[in-house]
């Protein structure tokens, strides 16, 4: 199952990614409620990246007090009914990252769901810091992209 | 006022008018028909006018239309001042957080005028706008002033503009989110006239896009065609203008100010089609990577306000600001 990842090194904090999601998700540029979100540290900087990761075993399902929130077999993505939801946000507070968001015009908790398949913040992102792929693929190319660093750095011939 | 929606076309334009001399604030609220040009509020508003033509100094921010509503490079925002030297009206544009912020904190502008007693900061939480004592933070550097300006701000992302102490040099320099430096140097000095130390600015409203698939659609053929040159040089990206709303394809490493440095009117300076892409709230230039830039701007603007634009009507609009600004601005004009 793909999921969405930063290249931090590459990501400058614009936070067009949030704008784009809120304008696509709710006809308007809100950043504050977009469903992938940056946590930006200008001292570094190197900003990090919050958004759900559909995980193995998530805790947001464990916390879920209706039972609303459930991993897809077939699509491996945690799935969310959200008809039940009432907005308590349990799954925001139990998640390791704190990626569900509260929606303040339906008043239920929600977390991002890919956009079908084509997320419109990977489409948008100026410098392509964002990738939606496997993460075994984002795992190798992570590492080929350092090795090609550390030998640039040191004068090595590359990889 | 979290869950407020503004809309280019029907919400009131507002503007927060700060007395420096008698700490006072007020929120002057204008109906956006009213409004001169497609531009919003740029000093032009009647309420304004009699403040103009009285006071030195006096300073406005002000965002266009198309501030903060995610478009590319959209984070273009205005400053217009008069201060004791030189006497004449001049207005330039900058680009980052600040603008967008305030569009999100629901205030399209603020008025400064007169000076201080002592050192003051404007500190604004979305309905919440307060001027704060900075006689504390006086001699502070640029990261401890900003740390401290953000601490008494409760959001997580405010924007912040301050002026404080370059490191290298000591020189008073206006600096955004800790890096980007605002250089001109008449801006900090009217800053520094007015003891203004800074302006904090948080909110979380949003900004209604009448089209928002076509909208989203546009921005993604920008990006696609800007990112179609991009070399995967990470290095390349580390030396790349790092501020939300920054346009993407400036490369030098912060905020623009080649074109705009020197203490010149952008009314003046600038060619006609960029001023109007600055006045709408987009910080695009030659670099901008398709053809016609004007006519993408007011098709941004179209998919915005859901009001049909067009670079025609756009330069009709600017040429008849350019006519009627000298007598709103400048010193015995209009309101006198």
Redesign the interface.
């Known amino acids: 199952m793909k999921i969405i990842s930063i ?1 931090a ?2 990501c ?5 990614c949030q ?2 999601c ?3 998700k ?8 977009a469903r992938i979100r940056l946590r ?1 540290q ?2 570094i ?1 190197e900003h990090t990246l919050i958004v759900c990761q559909h995980c193995a075993d998530p805790a947001c399902s464990t916390a879920c007090l209706m039972e609303t929130i459930a991993k897809s077999p077939e699509t491996g993505r945690v799935e969310k009914d959200l008809e039940q939801c009432f907005g308590c946000a349990a799954c925001s507070v139990m998640c390791p990252i704190g990626a569900p968001v509260y929606d ?2 339906s008043a239920k908790v929600v977390t991002c769901d890919f956009c079908g398949g084509d997320p ?1 913040c990977v ?7 964002l990738t939606y792929a496997e993460p075994k693929d984002l795992s190798v190319n992570l590492r080929e ?1 350092q090795a090609r ?1 550390f030998f ?1 750095d040191t004068g090595g011939v590359g990889v | 006022m979290s869950g407020e929606v503004r809309n280019h076309s029907t919400s009131l334009l507002r503007t927060a008018v700060v007395d420096l001399k008698k700490q006072t604030i007020k929120l002057l609220e204008t109906a956006a028909t009213d409004a001169p040009s497609p531009f919003g509020v740029i000093g032009l508003a009647e309420e304004l006018r009699s403040i103009w033509s009285k006071q030195v100094p006096i300073l406005q921010v002000f965002a266009g239309p198309l501030t903060g509503t995610g478009a590319p490079g959209s984070g273009s925002y205005g400053f217009s001042w008069r201060g004791a030297q030189p006497q004449e009206a001049t207005t330039t544009f900058c680009e980052g957080r600040l603008g967008a912020m305030m569009k999100h904190a629901g205030i399209d502008s603020i008025v400064f005028f007169g000076c201080a007693n002592l050192p003051v900061y404007l500190n604004i939480a979305e309905e919440d706008m307060e001027l704060c004592d900075a006689s504390a933070l006086r001699k502070l550097g640029i990261k401890e002033l900003t740390d401290s300006l953000l601490f008494d701000n409760d959001w997580d992302d405010a924007a912040v503009l301050a002026l404080a102490a370059a490191d290298e040099t000591g020189i008073a320099e206006l600096v955004a989110d800790y890096r980007f430096p605002i250089g001109w140097e008449g801006l900090a000095a009217v800053f520094a006239q007015m003891n203004l130390q800074g302006i904090v600015v948080a909110g979380a409203m949003g900004l209604e896009i009448k089209e928002p698939e076509e909208f989203v659609a546009a921005c993604v053929a920008v990006y696609a065609h800007k990112n179609s040159g991009i070399v995967d040089d990470d290095r390349h990206y580390k030396e790349v203008a790092t501020a939300c709303y920054l346009s993407p394809w400036h490369q030098n490493g912060g905020v623009e100010l080649a074109e705009d440095a020197a203490v010149e009117d952008a009314f003046t300076s600038l060619d006609e089609e960029t001023l109007i892409l600055r006045l709408l709230g987009l910080y695009w230039d030659e670099r901008f990577p398709l053809p016609d830039r004007l006519a993408h701007g007011a098709r941004f603007l179209t998919l915005v306000s859901g009001n049909s634009w067009s670079g025609d009507r756009l330069k009709e609009a600017v040429r008849q600001l350019k006519r009627t600004r000298p007598a709103v601005l400048e010193k015995g004009g209009v309101g006198k």
């Open positions: 290249d090194t590459k400058t904090g614009c936070g067009i704008v784009m809120s304008v696509s709710k006809g308007k540029a809100q950043p504050t409620q930006r200008w001292d900087p303040s015009d419109v489409r948008v992102c100026p410098q392509s810091a992209k660093r640039k």
